[in-house]
């Protein structure tokens, strides 16, 4: 089952706006992490946010995590065509054996 | 460092017919696991593997899918007999582990995948 949904499904800006995707789960985690997928490619892994911690940045992304709302966000600043991709949130449950549930992403079209 | 080498690519068969998919994870890396990716969705476990035994294949199709890891290497997943809804990218993926709750050891490579197209 997907416990990640992600909002929007596709999101299209231009090249220089930030772009913001959102992830809403259900149950309890230990840390929620972001990929990215390119076309035709596997997923990267971009950060991970532990579940005691309500923000963090990493270069141009900056996370957030709402354990009270079940909720996360990320944002990619002053976005880059090379940045058009996929996008999936994963949740590590509480109580799982270190598996990834997987949202059914927010596919991002940076235009040049 | 090498990363997750998948074969082969691209794979169409026809319904009914077996195929197989071999992933060779990160070195050192002691959890493997593999995905069903569908068009336009994320990916779903099928097997997670730590070392050569199976942690989880709760939603592995067992009446069709098979997956050994016999070395705690390297691992293939297998379709016998392929039907129509199983065309997908299949995605091996690996992480160092032993699972931490709050580590980064559950960071997950993966390969570029293998797509199926089942005609």
């Known amino acids: 089952s997907q416990q990640g949904e992600e909002d929007p499904q596709a999101l299209s800006i231009q090249e220089g706006e930030n772009a913001t995707m959102n992830c809403s789960y259900k149950?309890?985690?230990?840390?929620l992490q972001w990929y990215r997928q390119n076309s035709g490619r596997g997923l990267v892994h971009l950060i991970l946010?532990?579940?005691?911690?309500r923000e963090k940045h990493s270069g141009r992304l900056r996370v957030t995590l709402d354990t009270s709302k079940k909720s996360s966000s990320l944002l990619i600043t002053a976005s880059r065509a090379a940045d058009t991709a996929s996008y999936f949130c994963?949740?590590?449950?509480?109580?799982?054996?270190?598996?990834?549930?997987f949202g059914s992403g927010t596919q991002l079209t940076v235009l040049p | 460092e090498a990363g997750v080498a998948q074969s082969p690519r691209y794979k169409i068969i026809e319904k009914r017919q077996s195929v197989a998919f071999w992933c060779n994870p990160i070195?050192?890396?002691?959890?493997l696991y593999w995905y069903q990716q569908i068009l336009g969705q994320g990916p779903k476990l099928l097997i997670q593997?730590?070392?050569?035994?199976?942690?989880?294949d709760s939603q592995l199709p067992k009446d069709r899918f098979s997956a050994e890891r016999l070395k705690g290497v390297d691992s293939t997943l297998k379709i016998q007999p392929a039907k129509l809804e199983d065309s997908a990218v299949y995605l091996c993926a690996s992480s160092l582990g032993p699972p931490n709750p709050l580590g980064a050891k559950n960071i997950q490579y993966f390969g570029a995948g293998t797509r199926l197209s089942v005609l």
């Open positions: 946010i532990r579940s005691n911690e």
């Open positions: 593997f730590q070392n050569n035994g199976v942690v989880d």
């Open positions: 070195s050192g890396h002691a959890t």
């Open positions: 149950t309890s985690i230990n840390n």
């Open positions: 994963a949740t590590d449950r509480f109580g799982s054996a270190r598996q990834l549930t």
